[in-house]
């Protein structure tokens, strides 16, 4: 804010209107015009709009405020062309309007509003901990314009988000790496229930098997043998090591790159085939895809089986999950609440126009 104050000082002594308190695109238009109006190049426009993201302060030769919006096109078409800011413009607001804004609101406050427009700090995680952290979801509005781009999202209950290790990394010699699984625990954020395992010195979040219970033990090998493996539901083995028909889930694309596929509740994806060190499976979907026999997958089908099968049985409850309806326009309508909108009848064809009931077909 140190920046803000000291431009907000420099206008006040070029004698232009600085204490408004209304809006923020209000105080930005004052800096955006004082940099652009009257302002006859496109190279000095530049420098202006340089000096302003910079969070540079306004010397006492720029010219004043004036009434009209001149500097605006020069503004759009100078940012437009050579890419120096992707939010939303401000808002240009007239002096005439400056006066009777600052007239009527004489206490100036610095606060957190004064921030430029459309920048919204990225949610980012540092490390890795089995903490539940507050998430603030979106509402289905644009994270960048605040315009709501999906309507039927928003409202619902409050989650919190619990880090999912997608990584079972293990030794490729030597015994398999083992895990305690401490508890099954429910993710409003997933369909599948996940499950709170602990090896060694470390605890982690990973997803629930079906018949996973409190204090199985659970294997992680990157070991590929002569022999398939005899794994039980939670033990994560790359691909090749798997007999054919093997029902697997958390499944890698590449080797390294974290499971992408299977994730849902109730889903796993089955082993066809072996072909020159390439694994065909078949996912949920019915689709058929090739990966490497060193992409690892955990073995057995997900948890929480009957979730699609589930009713809600009243609208409420979707709105409890976030849920918004849809247009009402095409939802039933009763007697009291008009008429249900319908497609138009098929065109007609008459014969004869001056006949009546001559039609030759419906099209």
């Keep these: 804010m140190k920046w803000l104050q000291a431009t907000r000082r420099k206008v006040r002594e070029t004698e232009t209107i600085t204490r408004p308190r209304e809006t923020e695109t209000i105080t930005r238009s004052i800096i955006v015009l004082s940099l652009l109006v009257k302002i006859e190049t496109e190279e000095m426009a530049l420098q202006g709009v340089r000096l302003l993201f910079q969070k540079l302060t306004i010397t006492r030769s720029v010219p004043k405020i004036v009434e009209n919006a001149r500097g605006l096109s020069v503004l759009s078409s100078t940012v437009q062309k050579h890419g120096i800011y992707n939010g939303r413009l401000p808002i240009v607001c007239s002096a005439s309007k400056q006066k009777a804004i600052s007239s009527r609101y004489q206490e100036v406050h610095s606060s ?19 903490r539940p952290i507050p998430m603030r979801r979106d509402g289905g509005r644009d994270p960048l314009t605040g315009r709501i781009t999906y309507k039927r999202r928003g409202g619902g209950h409050k989650r919190n988000f619990r880090m999912i290790d997608w990584h079972r990394i293990g030794p490729a010699d030597g015994p398999p790496y083992e895990e305690k699984v401490l508890a099954i625990l429910y993710d409003p954020n997933r369909s599948a229930r996940i499950a709170l395992v602990a090896g060694g010195n470390k605890k982690r979040y990973i997803l629930a098997t079906m018949n996973m219970q409190e204090g199985d033990i659970i294997k992680t090998s990157a070991k590929i043998g002569r022999m398939t493996v005899i794994a039980n539901e939670g033990d994560a083995y790359p691909v090749g090591a798997y007999p054919i028909g093997a029902l697997v889930h958390n499944l890698e694309r590449i080797p390294g ?94 014969l004869d126009p001056k006949a009546k009931g001559t039609r030759i077909a419906d099209v």
Excluded at 115 to 120: A, E, R, S, T, Y
Excluded at 338 to 349: A, F, Q, S, Y
């Design 112 to 130: 957190a509003v004064f921030q430029m427009p459309g920048v919204v700090k990225p949610w980012q995680l540092t490390k890795y901990t089995i």
């Design 257 to 350: 790159e974290g499971s992408r596929l299977a994730h849902a509740a109730g889903t796993c994806a089955q082993i066809l085939r072996k072909a020159g060190g390439q694994v065909i499976l078949q996912l949920p979907s019915k689709r058929q895809i090739s990966v490497s026999e060193k992409c690892m997958a955990t073995f057995g089908r997900l948890s929480n089986e009957e979730h699609n099968k589930r009713i809600l049985g009243k609208a409420g409850r979707s709105r409890w999950l976030g849920i918004r309806p849809k247009s009402g326009l095409y939802q039933k309508k009763g007697g009291w609440a008009g008429r249900k909108i319908k497609p138009l009848p098929p065109m007609k064809i008459y």
